[in-house]
Each structure stands twice: as C-alpha cells, then as structure tokens.
C-alpha cells in the first residue's frame, strides 16, 4: 500500500515458518495501490493491459467507451482478498467483470463510495473512492511470478509459480514444489543463466523464455532504480501466441529510501492506513496489527518473535506488537497503552522490554507514569524487563502504589497473560513483572 502496513509477505513462501520478525521489518516498509504499480510497470515498459484509474461514474463512463469490452472494474485499496471481499452495499466482490456499458456503470455505483472488507481489512471494511477499469484479456495460463530479497541468503530471489491467480501463502503452505526459486546476485542481475535455470524448472518454449527474461530485466531495473523490497505480480498471464502480461501488482519499497526517493514516497496513501498504524508512527513505533487477544509492547524484532513464539507456546495469540525501538519513554509508552487499550480484541497486556542502552529502572519509570496517567487498567497487564539495572527497575514497579505485581520467569509470565486472556479478565486491573532472573530471550 502507499502506506505502512502489515502487508502479506513473499518471505512466507522461502522460509518454512512465517517469522514476526519479517512482518516488524515489512511495516516499515512503502506499498502502493495497483494503480501506482501499474504506472511504474509502464514507465519500465513492462507489458500491462489498457487501463485507466477513475474516481466518478462520468469518468467510468468515458473510460469504457474509450476502451474496447469487456472491462474489469478493481477497487483499489490497500489490502488483499479483493476478489472474494465484500461491499456493503450488494456483498458483491471487489473486483467485476463487466460485459456491457450498463453492467460497469452499475457495478461502479455499487463499489464507488462504499466500503469493502476482505480477509486483510477490520470489520468495518474500507471505503473505495476509485476504480481501475481495465481490458479484459484472453490468457490460456495463469503464473505468479516475484521479486523480493532473501535476508537469509542476503542476495535477491526470483520467485515463480504455475499456480498463479490464488492466494500464493496457501500454494507454498501446502504445495511448497510449486514454488520456484531462482536467486541472482545485484552486481550480475539477471543473466542467461538465470533465464536457462527458469526455462529448464518451468517447461518454457524458447520464445517464451525471451519473452520472461525481458520482463525480468526490466523488473530488476525497476528493483534498483526504485529501492524495492518486493515486486509482486499475480497473476502474470500468458496469451495464446506466448505473450506474457502483467494483470495485477502489488510493490513495496524500502522505507529507508525515502529521501532518495522523494516522488515515490510521495504516493503514499495515508487515508487508508490503520489509524492505530498512524498514531504509532507519531511517537516512533511500529504497529503490526495480528489476530489474537493479546496486546504486547516490545523493543526488538528479535524480542518480538520470542515473544510470540512464548504467548502460541501456551496457546495464546497476539493482538498485535507495538515495536519501541530504543525509544522506552513515558511518551512512547503512553502512546502504545492507549493504541492497545483502544483495540477491543485486547484482553491482556504483556509488555516485554530489554533494557540496554536505555536502563531498566528508567524504562521501568516510563512504564509506570504512562500507567499512571491512562489511570486504572481496564486489562491486566504483564510486564517483562531485563538487563542493565533490572533489579532497581522492578523495584520501582513493586513500590509503585499502583498495584503491580511481579513473576521470576518468562515462560510463566506469558502463560500468565494467555491465561488472563483465557479468563475474560479485561476488566480486572494487575499486572506480572518478570526479572532478568527468569527466561532470556
């Protein structure tokens, strides 16, 4: 999305277990609408079909009769599942096929203004305020077909699948051979070899496979010229005659790179961002948004995994991670206890921080004034703290007056906050602090 967000992640599909670790590292990273990606593939001059964004039924109505039918109508918002979303004007899809005038002015009316929910957006949907209506275009095969870097191998991965068109988490979860990995170096980019090795593992004709290594080496020019992390296309169609076009796309960017590239950056679509996403950005956190009843605060991808890896080892899950970076204050706290205490999934706080640089009895200080002031806890929470200081720090939480209460161990602390979760505790106030005595992460 043109925002930060948790967006689906193609590092799923090269490791056997979805790590938070890569999902901390996604949310920081620039995604655009497919509109935007689309430009960018026709800027690299990388084959799409005619289309064309709209925002009114005048302009629905003047773009297909400039473009030849039928048409297909794409909402265009941020998150995934568009196709098997629904709108909640009709419970029709996000994406239609129109057959005639009438059909596509109908169904715009039905999609424009109105708001959709997929698997990927909250309850209450987002609300569509365009449309890209393209041509529809006659394919006989259907492939995915990626670009991405493998943090694991610190180089970048082609990925390609004959299972184009569907969810591909699903194809590498339970068909993880149809899945293809072909990894090249930045200095050499895409070379013959490259090409042989795709052509050798995906049956390619020879043309076809000039027609991907043309499509490839414009993506990796488009990879480096424009900082992404991930260039994904699904599903990317092959005509009849061995054409191959690009009918969907989704690119995220390295959000580091954002004054190297001032124009890209400035696509982002900020009124479609979580709006707990965007309060989190204002005190320098990360927000990733999960689907469990468990609201946690850490400083630390790494922390962050150990973490949910604790709360699913007692079957617990997380309502989300509020990432603090070294930034443990009484404003960074406040901040990620008011974002947590407004979810109503959240259950149970567990916060868990390391204290290095930054000391323990100071953090332990910030934590304490952020709980202060938000006033009684209307959920208990579980805090962890470990390193420099430590000890003085839960000494400060112990002698706080504000009721909290402390654990020696970690795995305990957190099968302390799966069971609180479990109990529909939401309204009791308590806390569990956990000393350096316990588990290390």
């Excluded at 109908?106 to 209450?124: E, F, I, P, V, Y």
């Excluded at 052509?199 to 488009?222: C, P, T, V, Y």
């Excluded at 991808?301 to 699913?312: I, P, Q, R, S, Y």
């Excluded at 703290?385 to 009721?403: H, R, Y």
């Amino acid at each position: 999305m043109a925002a930060l967000q948790k967006s689906h992640t193609v590092f799923r599909h090269i490791s056997k277990k979805p790590s938070v670790v890569v999902r901390l590292q996604q949310a920081r990273a620039l995604s655009l609408h497919e509109y935007q990606s689309k430009n960018l593939l026709h800027e690299f001059k990388i084959p799409i079909p005619k289309g064309r964004l709209v925002s009114g039924l005048d302009e629905v109505q003047r773009t297909i009769s400039e473009i030849e039918g039928p048409w297909v109508l794409k909402s265009q918002i941020l998150a995934g599942g568009r196709g098997r979303g629904t709108f909640d004007s009709d419970r029709k899809g996000g994406i239609r096929i129109a057959r005639r005038p009438d059909d596509a002015v109908n169904a715009a009316k039905n999609m424009l203004g109105h708001r959709l929910s997929t698997k990927q957006t909250n309850a209450d949907g987002v609300r569509v305020d365009a449309l890209y209506v393209e041509e529809t275009i006659d394919y006989d095969s259907e492939f995915y077909l990626a670009m991405t870097i493998d943090r694991s191998r610190y180089c970048p991965v082609v990925l390609i699948s004959k299972q184009g068109g569907i969810d591909i988490e699903t194809t590498s979860k339970e068909h993880p051979e149809q899945l293809h990995k072909f990894w090249f170096s930045v200095r050499n980019g895409i070379t013959p070899g490259t090409i042989a090795d795709i052509r050798a593992h995906l049956g390619f004709s020879r043309q076809e496979s000039e027609n991907i290594g043309a499509i490839l080496q414009s993506m990796f020019d488009l990879f480096v010229a424009k900082d992404a992390t991930l260039l994904e296309i699904n599903p990317l169609v092959r005509t009849p005659n061995g054409a191959f076009l690009c009918l969907d796309a989704k690119f995220t960017f390295d959000n580091a790179a954002e004054k190297r590239q001032p124009d890209l950056f400035a696509l982002r679509d900020r009124s479609q961002e979580l709006s707990d996403e965007t309060e989190a950005e204002k005190y320098g956190l990360v927000y990733i948004r999960l689907e469990g009843n468990i609201g946690n605060v850490v400083n630390g991808a790494g922390l962050a995994m150990a973490t949910n890896d604790a709360v699913e080892l007692y079957g617990g899950s997380s309502a989300n991670f509020l990432d603090a970076g070294g930034q443990a204050t009484t404003e960074t706290m406040l901040g990620a206890f008011k974002i947590i205490l407004g979810d109503p999934r959240v259950k149970v706080i567990l916060v868990n921080i390391y204290g290095g640089i930054i000391r323990c009895d100071m953090i332990a200080e910030s934590i304490i004034a952020a709980a202060a002031e938000i006033g009684p806890l209307k959920h208990p929470m579980v805090v962890r703290l470990q390193g420099t200081n430590s000890e003085a720090g839960l000494k400060l939480i112990a002698e706080s007056g504000l009721g909290l209460h402390t654990e020696s161990e970690f795995g305990r602390a957190a099968q302390k906050a799966v069971e609180l979760a479990a109990q529909g505790l939401g309204e009791e106030n308590g806390s569990v602090v956990e000393s350096q005595r316990g588990f290390s992460a």
